[in-house]
């Protein structure tokens, strides 16, 4: 096998990676996984929004709700590979998003489409999501008494706040 120079990142696109499937990529060497969960995008109905042949539509609208929800992917990977970098990305729209996907393993959230529509609007519009995603994480460390994101890891935390990733 030949290793690469850098760490390499693997990242669905929508339809989540099952634990089977990450230890996979990590025989292979990958440093980090981002799960991409289904929740967020869809690419199978992007594609079936742009395909000109019936055939392909049709696929892409029978798979347009297929993958394994983010939340999933997070405790399943996690229970197999404790120490993989893993990134929570498919669904998340907010900071207690973030915290949930965080208090459920991952090490990190990504968020696309808030940034998305706020970039559309304006500068002003993505100020004002940064302030807002900060804020509620924010909150969310102040409701569970928590000193840094880290600490949301502690089993039950976000349970006993009431806050539950569906």
Do not use: Y
């Amino acid at each position: 096998m030949h290793a690469l120079p850098v760490p390499v990142i693997a990242k669905e696109v929508g339809n989540g990676i099952s634990a089977r499937m990450a230890q996979r990529l990590i025989d292979c060497g990958v440093g980090a996984i981002d799960v991409a969960g289904a929740g967020g995008t869809s690419w199978a109905r992007v594609e079936s929004e742009r395909a000109q042949d019936p055939l392909q539509r049709r696929l892409g609208n029978t798979f347009a709700d297929w993958g394994i929800p983010t939340a999933e992917c997070i405790t399943s990977i996690r229970a197999i590979a404790p120490q993989i970098p893993l990134i929570a990305s498919g669904g998340l729209r907010n900071g207690l998003d973030v915290a949930k996907a965080i208090a459920l393993g991952a090490d990190l959230g990504g968020l696309a489409l808030p940034f998305l529509q706020a970039a559309a609007d304006s500068d002003a519009a993505l100020d004002e999501l940064i302030k807002a995603l900060i804020a509620e994480l924010n909150t969310v460390l102040l409701c569970t008494g928590s000193a840094a994101l880290r600490d949301l890891r502690e089993p039950g935390i976000l349970v006993k706040a009431g806050a539950r990733m569906e």
